[in-house]
């Protein structure tokens, strides 16, 4: 394990970590809410993970030039648009920010119940990518343009699957974050927490969320889209869904089960990739018995 200094000089920096290494001490988890300012946040470059030109490419895909579909909740299927229904969703999901090859970046993730009322569940490559562990990462629940009404929650351990940590396997591309207590409380004291859930099979209906920050959307509020998802055909053993959602909403969760009367449901996955060649189309790693290792692993930290 290798432990993880915040250096207040150097303000983009990259380390290294181990799974599960991330460990951040009182007064460096601290400084990361400082340094996280409004316009900082606004000005983060949403996340793209490029696996290998022509092949795999997560959220990097043809930019539609028209406006994000407004489409109210209860329209399904819904390719992309704001989240306009309220219910725990709102505060459960977030922003996560955090520094990676010297520059700030984004991604989404989602608080969901645990032992320690502490764990957030996003994207592998949203806490280690191109072999470096993010760093400053902090998770901003029911993120507002820049505001974050619920506080930043600072990460004091980063995990991600086995796969995802030796070799980037799209497959696993899972990751988690438990984050440290912020005015005495913990996490989901406050946001409230989703289900999650494994094994749970393919082809069923699917509620995406994220705060997708590459063109057409700006990160600034939380997207949906809703359909009956399908298992990937071609190069992973993924879930798929039609969606707009752009880079930045990796690590937003997906549910099955989702009530829009109440916001909730049981996350099965999260936002990952898309095929360059194909899109308005989203792919979710399956949450099989990898996925609920390293979520064990999490909740018990």
């Known amino acids: 394990m290798r432990r993880h200094r915040t250096v207040a000089a150097v303000l983009l920096s990259v380390g290294a970590l181990l799974t599960g290494a991330l460990t951040a001490t ?3 988890a601290a400084e990361q809410p400082a ?3 409004a316009e900082r946040m606004r000005s983060a470059v949403p996340l793209d993970l490029e696996v290998t030109p022509g092949a795999l490419t997560a959220l990097k895909r043809v930019a539609d030039s028209s406006t994000p579909t407004t ?11 704001p989240w306009t229904g309220g219910g725990a969703v709102v505060k459960t999901s977030g922003r996560v920010f955090f520094t990676f090859q010297g520059r700030t970046a984004s991604c989404s993730g989602n608080a969901v119940t645990s032992q320690n009322q502490s764990t957030v569940i996003t994207a592998g490559h949203c806490v280690k990518y191109q072999g470096a562990w993010h760093t400053n990462w902090v998770f901003v ?17 980063t995990l991600t699957t086995p796969q995802w940590e030796a070799s980037e396997d799209i497959n696993y591309d899972v990751g988690a974050a438990v984050v440290a207590p912020l005015n005495g409380r913990t996490l989901t004291s ?12 393919y082809n069923k209906p699917m509620y995406a ?12 509020k939380l ?15 993924d879930h798929s869904l039609g969606c707009n959602m752009t880079g930045g909403s990796s690590g937003g969760p997906w549910f099955s089960g989702f009530s829009e009367a109440t ?28 996925a609920k290792a390293l979520y064990d692993r999490a909740q018990a930290s």
Do not use: E
């Open 35 to 37: 340094f996280w300012t």
């Open 223 to 237: 997207i949906h889209c809703a359909g009956n998802s399908s298992k990937d055909f071609l190069l992973s053993q």
């Open 190 to 201: 406050v946001t409230g927490a989703q289900g999650i859930q494994f094994n749970g099979g």
């Open 263 to 290: 916001g909730t449901g049981l996350q099965v996955s999260v936002n990952s990739f898309g095929y360059t060649f194909l899109p308005n189309r989203m792919f979710g790693p399956y949450f099989g018995n990898d």
């Open 209 to 220: 969320f994220g705060f997708p920050a590459a063109s057409p959307y700006d990160g600034s």
């Open 71 to 81: 489409i109210a909740p209860t329209a399904f299927p819904q390719p992309g648009g």
């Open 26 to 28: 009182t007064a460096q």
């Open 141 to 157: 629940p029911a993120y507002d343009n820049g505001n974050a009404p619920y506080g930043q929650w600072t990460a004091t351990k």
